[in-house]
């Protein structure tokens, strides 16, 4: 039996623990082509997220990513999180919150993007199902690899 990380785990209970205190959680994530957020607001490789119910919509975060739509200047985004990229979670209000190591994803594991798809043989493109039922909760243009 493979390990689980406890990483996602413990960001759900900070994540639900902020909201239980009536706080604003947050993350600074490690950005890298294997992140999808916009790019304009990454300052050292790193952003900052309001994760609150106010900001962002459809938040999921399950054990493999953290995903919502968010408005940035009026403009909505998805915003693809790889949980191993999640470095802090903390309360804007007092700033408590914790800190993890970056666990950088494989290019096995990274979602499929538009420049992807046009780059794959047709026949590739039928094999691959266009959702996974399974470990991701099926999300939609996540690539499985077994």
Not at 44 to 60: M, P, T
Not at 106 to 129: G, L, R, V
């Amino acid at each position: 039996m493979s390990k689980l990380s406890t990483k996602p785990y413990i960001l759900r209970a900070l994540y639900q623990w902020a909201l239980d205190s009536g706080y604003t959680p947050h993350i600074v994530a490690w950005v890298n082509d294997k992140t999808c957020v916009p790019r304009q607001y990454v300052r050292d490789n790193e952003i900052v997220l309001n994760i609150g119910a106010a900001a962002a919509h459809n938040l999921n975060i399950d054990n493999e990513w953290v995903n919502f739509a968010a408005r940035f200047n009026g403009v909505s985004h998805d915003i693809w999180i790889p949980v191993g990229h999640v470095i802090t979670l903390f309360a804007r209000e007092t700033g408590e919150g914790m800190g993890f190591e970056v666990e950088p994803l494989t290019d096995d594991d990274a979602p499929i993007t538009e420049a992807d798809e046009a780059a794959e043989p047709e026949d590739a493109a039928e094999s691959k199902p266009a959702e996974d039922s399974g470990k991701s909760g099926g999300k939609k243009g996540l690539k499985i690899v077994k």
